[in-house]
């Protein structure tokens, strides 16, 4: 057991950097999905070196690693500016995040004094009816940008289309920055109206999965034919992923799987 001092979180970033070997993968990420949360095992302790160290006698090869750091900008927070505010490690094992966090010491006391002045509700409720739309909207969107800006990684597809997600509903809907990449401890806003959003967002997410899993079974079926399969393996769908280069969820991969496996099996 390693002992704990005050520690910045830059300290502890630090730390995770230089523990984290040569064989070992570590992917910056800007946002965890709201899912991975509600489904993560979270580190009872507060030393980063004893996490590490239990991550890396599981035998996993990839750390997620996020932080998010006070912009030059935001006079809110003026006197911690380009400090970390909250960091995130964590691990995917069985499923599940196993999740290092800790948010800086002086985070609290200085939210406690502020109050909500960001109000995200009444554009959620005016998009309502437009779910599907937009849905449409992003799978065209990651299309045009496959093998560009986005790519196939089973290893990140639900964090990746989450990430994704967010940055689109940004770039053309009304949503502001503060959906994508600032943690929710961090900011001023009200949490029902983050919640809602949360909703809005996983509920467009679903549509995505389900038009392309729609979209790409009878794909995938053609596919396997032409490559002389009798058979589907979920192994053989991972390789026609990586050949369409597209970010999907592993819902959407293991419906394109169990699908087209079982239609492959009964229209020989």
Not at 81 to 94: F, H, P, R, S
Not at 163 to 180: A, N, P, V
Request: glycine share 4%; aromatic share 12%; charged share 40%.
């Amino acid at each position: 057991m390693f002992s704990e001092r005050n520690r910045s979180l830059d300290e502890l970033a630090e730390v995770v950097k230089k523990q984290i070997s040569a064989d070992k993968t570590m992917y910056r990420v800007l946002f965890f999905p709201d899912r991975a949360f509600d489904e993560a095992i979270f580190w009872k302790g507060n030393d980063i070196e004893d996490f590490i160290e239990f991550f890396k006698k599981t035998g996993n090869d990839c750390l997620y690693y996020r932080e998010a750091r006070i912009d030059d900008e935001d006079e809110r927070y003026g006197n911690h500016k380009g400090e970390i505010a909250e960091l995130d490690v964590a691990y995917l094992k069985d499923g599940f995040f196993h999740m290092f966090r800790k948010f800086a010491d002086w985070l609290k006391e200085e939210n406690e004094s502020e109050g909500s002045d960001t109000k995200l509700a009444p554009l959620v409720e005016n998009l309502a009816d437009k779910k599907d739309a937009i849905a449409e909207a992003f799978i065209e969107r990651i299309k045009a940008d496959a093998g560009k800006t986005v790519s196939y990684d089973p290893r990140r597809g639900r964090i990746d289309m989450d990430r994704l997600l967010r940055e689109f509903l940004c770039s053309g809907y009304g949503f502001d920055e503060i959906i994508k990449n600032v943690p929710y401890g961090l900011i001023e806003v009200d949490q029902e109206d983050m919640e809602e959003v949360d909703d809005f967002i996983h509920g467009i997410l679903r549509l995505v999965e389900k038009k392309q899993a729609d979209e790409m079974i009878p794909e995938c079926i053609e596919w396997a034919r032409r490559k002389g399969l009798s058979r589907i393996q979920k192994a053989d769908v991972a390789v026609f992923l990586s050949e369409k280069n597209l970010p999907v969820t592993s819902e959407t991969e293991r419906a394109i799987w169990q699908k087209a496996a079982f239609e492959l099996k009964t229209t020989k």
